[in-house]
């Protein structure tokens, strides 16, 4: 996990796919610092339902490039922002209801860019980091998403 870079552009502090417990809370205070005003974070937090169906459970599977890929990301949205500092950590394995799968933080002076960049950070990281999601319904089916599409 770890990676750390800075330029002209946003600041990146943290990046990673990780098997481990994972929080915003655990991210914050690296991103903020005595300059930011507003501070975003996003917990994609497991839930007990999809699409009207009972979850027990999820796995999520990573490509052994996932961290690269989410490195990117994180850059990608730090040239588009150069205001923020932010942070992003997708959790791989065995996961059950109410963990975070998904955790970010973007800080800056401003509020609105704090916002706009931690919402196209989970769109871009959802869209481009090539990690899957293996649900298993209350009802005993289980079904893979994002691995075809």
Partial sequence: MDTRSMSAT?????TGVVDTEISTAA??????????????????????????????SLHYEAHPLAAEQIAEVA????ARHPEVRLSVVHRVGDLTIGDVALAAVVASAHRKDSFLACSELIDEVKARVAIWKHQHFADGSDEWVGALE
Wanted: proline share 3%; glycine share 12%.
């Fill in 10 to 14: 946003g600041t990146v502090i943290t």
């Fill in 27 to 56: 991210l914050e205070p690296e991103v903020l610092t005595d300059t930011c005003g507003a501070v975003v974070s996003f917990s994609g937090v497991i839930r007990d339902h999809d699409e009207g169906r009972g979850v027990n």
């Fill in 75 to 78: 850059a990608d949205i730090a």
